[in-house]
């Protein structure tokens, strides 16, 4: 009797905070569950926080596999922004219960990792629900940790912008100098150092 072929498992992979001034780089893998599609999956930045509440929640609950991890700010100025990217997402996929025959990342470079069938997407977010599930729960998982910074670190209004350097956030940055959570590295915050 002919055995019958195992459905590869594909992971999608984005990140969420490169651009910020503040906090870490976070990226998530999610391997879904095509017996349990979800509808709506998009880039989560067209999407109403409402939603991405929404569509977190299914993902975590219907998706076979996903895993959050993060580089930290020190690592950000450390190794730089884009490896630090790289390192979030490594750390996200050898972080899933179950390994992926193939990983799929938004974007247009690829974290270093031995063993795995890797494809490269820019602006896969928009065409790859599982890319599209990954940046869902990178940017819940952001947001949530630029709330508590916000908490710590009121006199940055962390909780409006995100740590994305706005004009609210330079000119908090500049009354209030430079917190233990901003990014040296980034121009803004070296020029006040």
Known sequence: MDEIPIAKLVAGVDEAGRGPLAGSVVAAAVILDENYPIDGLTDSKKLSVSRRASLELQIKQRA?????????????????????????????VLGLDLKPGQ????????????????????????????ISAASILAKQYRDRQMLELDQLYPQYQFA????????LHRRMLKEH????????????VRELL
């Open 160 to 167: 409006r912008h995100k740590g994305y350097p706005t004009e």
């Open 64 to 92: 076979k596999a996903w895993a959050i991890a993060e580089s930290s700010q020190l690592e950000v100025d450390e190794i730089n922004i884009l490896q630090a990217s790289l390192l979030a997402m490594k750390r996200a």
């Open 103 to 130: 990983v799929l990342v938004d974007g247009n470079r690829l974290p270093r990792l031995d063993g795995y069938q890797m494809l490269a997407i820019v602006r896969g977010d928009m065409s790859e629900p599982c």
């Open 177 to 188: 100098g430079v917190s233990p959570v901003h990014r040296r590295s980034f121009r803004p």
